[in-house]
């Protein structure tokens, strides 16, 4: 591993014991940290109220820390899955033990470059094609953090760039991070069921976006652009308007050019950006990619490799009867809006998930002429059902089974059926990706 210093040191003391929080692959992946680093570490989850076993070969404590077993760590090291108002969190404030994130490990220990990527929407596709384009020009380049391995895991690639995707989650008690490129794609409602108030959301992207040497933001969102104004170096993309300062596209039929400062640098056929939101995402990666190598032409058939990611506006089944699109990724009711205005036929919309506190009749108006018929199932299917029953043809089902035998009972040539849940996925399913390849699988063995 990589390491600025001999000795990791958090405000000039040797960190020589940490008390790692949680189970999942971030308390594990600090858990290797630390054996690589031979520094002494428990595990402790507030999460489970019976001892649940070992963290590598660490006993993970059941019981909430003492003020005296407290003293003996250096800093406690928060992950995503553990909640800011967790009594342990308290517990370290009280006896002023630094609380950090695996973020702040990964920047103490690498001497490499660092993207960060954040938004409320289209993060993990622009990690990718930041990788994608830089790799199509064989720089060596690794990705992880919110998307793909955790942070730390990067460590043993001794990369020349790493791109991290950045979540709230992660930059609750985020402190010493910090990269040489920040990206901010949007900023919309989204996660109030952990952080309560917009302003909160909005704090901690602001957190994670302005600890960079270069701000990259979205011009064409308001939150985004108002943000991105209070950055010390920052550039605006755009893919709406024409900018004297920053990047901009314009795409004509299939060829898409890419402008700098008013000047031409990039002129590639279009390609598989077939979306607005991945036509955004791309000119942010392009931005990425231009600012550390400019010199670097790519080539004009280049976009024809792209593959879009898994669960993000994906094509399952496309016949001249039927065209059925998994969208499982849509996890906030603006990533169905984007899925909306994407799809070019009238729509059998399915939605639902976990509750996350989400104003539901926001996304009526954008369905009004474009959605013939809403499916609502899960633990939003009820709040769902209020918001759209009055004004247009909604279904409330039970289960994502019976969304997708209602959608193709309702379906005839014209219209795509369109997975687009809006809502987290944990009602029902670990993660998107089970709810994506379960939505699929269902498809499948009805349609075929």
């Not at 993207?115 to 990705?143: C, D, P, W």
């Not at 020349?160 to 990206?183: C, D, G, P």
């Not at 064409?220 to 990047?247: C, E, Q, V, W």
Request: charged share 25%; net charge neutral; proline share 2%.
């Amino acid at each position: 591993m990589g390491k600025k210093n001999k000795k990791l040191l958090l405000n000039n003391k040797q960190l020589l014991s940490l008390l790692i929080l949680g189970q999942g692959k971030t308390a594990q992946s600090a858990s290797f940290f630390c054996d690589q680093m031979k520094i002494e570490y428990v595990a402790y989850d507030p999460n489970i109220d019976s001892q649940l076993g070992m963290i590598n070969s660490q006993q993970i404590l059941y019981q909430c820390p003492s003020d005296e077993c407290m003293k003996a760590f250096d800093a406690v090291i928060a992950t995503p899955g553990i909640p800011a108002e967790a009594e342990i969190y308290q517990m370290a404030q009280k006896n002023n033990i630094p609380i950090i994130s695996d973020l702040d490990l990964f920047f103490l220990s690498t001497n490499k470059k660092i993207y960060s990527v954040t938004g409320s929407n289209g993060k993990s596709t622009t990690v990718k094609m930041i990788e994608f384009l830089h790799r199509s020009q064989a720089i060596n380049i690794v990705i992880g953090g919110n998307y793909g391995i955790p942070a730390l895991e990067l460590l043993k690639y001794q990369a020349t760039i790493n791109v991290i995707e950045v979540s709230t989650f992660q930059a609750e008690f985020m402190s010493l991070f910090h990269s040489e490129i920040s990206i901010l794609l949007n900023i919309v409602e989204n996660h109030l069921d952990r952080h309560k108030t917009i302003n909160k959301y909005i704090a901690l992207k602001e957190r994670i976006f302005l600890r960079s040497e270069i701000g990259i933001y979205n011009f064409d969102d308001n939150r985004a652009r108002d943000l991105g104004k209070k950055h010390k170096n920052s550039i605006p993309f755009s893919t709406k308007k024409k900018l004297d300062n920053g990047y901009f596209t314009q795409h004509i039929d299939h060829e898409l050019s890419v402008y700098f400062n008013t000047n031409l640098v990039a002129n590639l056929e279009i390609g598989n950006i077939k979306s607005s939101h991945d036509l955004s995402n791309f000119t942010a990666a392009f931005a990425a990619f231009h600012n550390n190598f400019n010199n670097q032409i790519l080539p004009f058939g280049l976009l024809n490799d792209w593959k879009g990611l898994e669960h993000r506006f994906e094509t399952v089944i496309e016949t001249k009867e039927i065209t059925v699109i998994n969208d499982s990724k849509s996890t906030n009711i603006y990533s169905t809006i984007s899925a909306l205005e994407n799809s070019v036929k009238e729509v059998i919309l399915i939605l639902g998930g976990k509750d996350k506190k989400q104003d539901f009749n926001k996304l009526v108006e954008a369905c009004i002429g474009k959605a013939k018929t809403v499916i609502a199932y899960g633990e939003t299917a009820n709040d769902i059902y209020i918001a759209f029953h009055k004004k247009m043809n909604c279904l409330m089902v039970a289960s994502l089974e019976e969304a997708v035998t209602e959608s193709i009972k309702h379906l005839t040539k014209k219209e795509i059926i369109l997975f687009s849940p809006g809502c987290s996925s944990q009602d029902m399913f670990k993660d998107f990706e089970e709810r994506g390849r379960k939505f699929k699988a269902l498809v499948w063995d009805k349609v075929a």
